[in-house]
């Protein structure tokens, strides 16, 4: 608070001398001496306080530049009230806070090839094929709110308080989603004081339920004047140039840490490229600066999803510079907005790791094919732009939304937070579908390349099992992408069912010992001749599925 009073007041002197005439041309040189010190002073002690005002209120950077509209309005003011050579010398520094203000306002009419150097992404084809031993992260957000908002019953003196912000990250391995308890008013805050703590509820499975933690926190973003995390930061660090929200991290012994990603511009006063997290202790109020290389391992999201999605639309939009970005548009490719945190969607991989993913569409209107898809490392803000298949039109988000609605006009139902994943070798969509409530009802899989391949089911894992069946009687190729054990063994079968599959047969074995197996001719050309009662020796990987796909197998009775 006091760097913030010396920096206004400071500012304030530089503006009266620069506002306040030296001569006010009367002849009555003790007279004017003394009405100029009495006008700078008072105009001092008018500027600092707006000065304060504006910087308190608005938690602006204090670096000079922050001062520019200040500068210009100061100096034109001289200009006004000066005279004579005065008021000439003043004119000479109006013009020169006018050419500041010039540069820093047309800024984004120079600087796009800088941003686009600074978002420049590394290009591969597709993502590696998803493990479907595991459970992707695709509880949707607002059936977790939901579900938050009806156990806030747990909360004490729940009149006092409001579900704050909702967001995704592991903690001890797990997938979940937090969000803090926050004030509802300025007068509550004067009551209560403190918040009582967060929820958190599973991220990978619908049925869990909200919990709440207690962990009282004084700094929060609904906390008022210094209590204001947001305002603790600014004036821990004064100098930092802050993008994004606040967020809520949890460490792996459940203590709350608020984070915000700080950077510097990419020219004047425009543009952002980030540097690191501030972190603030909700309790205590212990303020820590890290870089993005030293960021604590606990945390998920150290690059804001508002810095991911500007950084987004500067690879996007200035790939050939700024002026091609209004007229021609030549390779332009416009970010989606569906995601469910600033137009980005945060996943996990399947070692935990966190990223932000987007996909990108022609700006044309009336065209919802994609031309490309990013994911956005969370801690470190490197990011890959993935082409797809450039011989196979991918559908976009929007697609995939849209069958979605189609598909269950009747009961008005509709898709959230689509995720692009490479399922089996096929790049597919999948997209939690919500009732007219915001309850969670079925989760929904389509094939980007061929919409007309689709399914939906109960869980995650369920439609997964239906997909690739879908694939297979498609005629699509279906790779393994399990990190499931190859295991052998031999089988004599018990019964065998096949089935056609396009340009392939699909071949159902039940093994002697209750063990099912399914195979395309695909990969064992030579199956179509088996019958019950044949020994097979059989390579199939271990995914726990009910049907274990066979990579390779041998009919020993044949041979």
């Known amino acids: 608070m006091i760097d913030l009073l010396l920096f206004s007041i400071a500012a304030g002197v530089a503006f009266a001398v620069i506002v306040v005439p030296i001569s006010s041309g009367s002849s009555e040189s003790n007279k004017v001496q003394f009405n100029r010190i009495t006008a700078i002073l008072s105009t001092t002690l008018l500027l600092s306080i707006l000065t304060f005002g504006v910087y308190y209120l608005m938690n602006l950077d204090r670096n000079w530049t922050s001062l520019w509209a200040f500068v210009l309005v100061a100096t034109l003011a001289g200009v006004v009230f000066a005279t004579g050579r005065e008021r000439s010398v003043k004119g000479i520094l109006f013009v020169g806070a006018l050419l500041i203000s010039v540069y820093i306002l047309s800024a984004p009419l120079f600087n796009a090839d800088q941003k686009f150097q600074a978002v420049e992404m590394d290009q591969q084809v597709e993502i590696k094929a998803f493990d479907e031993t595991k459970t992707p992260a695709s509880v949707p957000p607002k059936f977790a709110r939901n579900k938050m908002k009806k156990a806030f019953g747990q909360v004490p003196n729940t009149s006092f308080y409001e ?24 007068f509550k805050w004067l009551n209560g004081k403190t918040t009582p703590g967060y929820f958190t509820m599973s991220a990978t499975d619908s049925a869990d339920n909200p919990k709440f933690v207690k962990s009282e926190m004084v ?14 930061m600014r004036m821990e660090f004064p100098n930092l140039i802050f993008y994004g929200d606040v967020q809520l991290e949890i460490d792996d012994e459940g203590e709350p840490h608020y984070i915000r990603s700080y950077g510097e ?4 006063r425009n543009g952002f490229d980030v540097h690191g997290i501030v972190m603030v202790d909700p309790k205590t109020g212990e303020v820590e600066q890290f870089g993005l290389n030293e960021i604590p391992d606990y ?13 987004n639309s500067y690879f996007g939009k200035y790939v050939h510079g700024f002026w091609n970005s209004i007229v021609g548009k030549k390779d332009v490719k416009l970010p989606s907005d569906e995601g469910t945190e600033s137009n980005v969607s945060p996943i996990f991989d399947e070692n935990g790791h966190m990223y932000y993913f987007t996909d990108f569409t022609s700006p044309k209107e009336e065209v919802d094919s994609m031309l490309g898809y990013a994911l956005t490392d969370g801690r470190t803000g490197k990011a890959t732009y993935y082409t797809g298949n450039l011989e196979e039109s991918y559908m ?7 069958i979605i609605e189609k598909k269950f006009i009747e009961k008005k139902w509709t898709g959230e937070m689509p995720v692009l994943y490479n399922f089996y ?15 969670l009802q079925h989760y929904f899989i389509v094939s980007a390349a061929n919409p007309e391949i689709s399914v939906f089911a109960n869980s995650p894992n369920e439609a997964l099992k239906l997909y690739k069946a879908a694939l297979q009687r498609g005629g699509s190729s279906v790779d393994g992408s399990s990190s499931a054990k190859e295991e052998k063994t031999v089988a004599t079968v018990l019964r065998v069912y096949k089935e056609r599959a396009g340009d392939f047969t699909i071949v159902s074995i039940l093994s002697d010992d209750g063990t099912n197996y399914v195979v395309s001719t695909e990969v064992v050309p030579l199956a179509i001749y088996v019958q019950e009662g044949d020994r097979l020796a059989i390579t199939y990987l271990a995914t726990g599925e009910l049907f274990l796909p066979v990579k390779e197998m041998t009919n020993i009775t044949i041979e």
């Open 396 to 402: 976009d988000s929007q697609g995939a939304l849209q």
């Open 299 to 311: 945390i998920d999201g150290a690059v804001s999803p508002e810095a991911v999605s500007l950084q």
């Open 425 to 439: 070798g096929e790049a597919s969509w999948l997209t939690p579908v919500l009732d007219s409530n915001g309850f």
């Open 163 to 186: 579900l704050g912000h909702l967001q995704i990250q592991k903690v001890n391995g797990e997938f979940v989603y937090i969000a803090p308890v926050e004030f509802s008013g300025f």
């Open 265 to 268: 511009f990419i020219t004047a």
């Open 219 to 232: 700094y929060t973003p609904s906390s008022f004047f210094h209590k204001q995390v947001e305002r603790h």
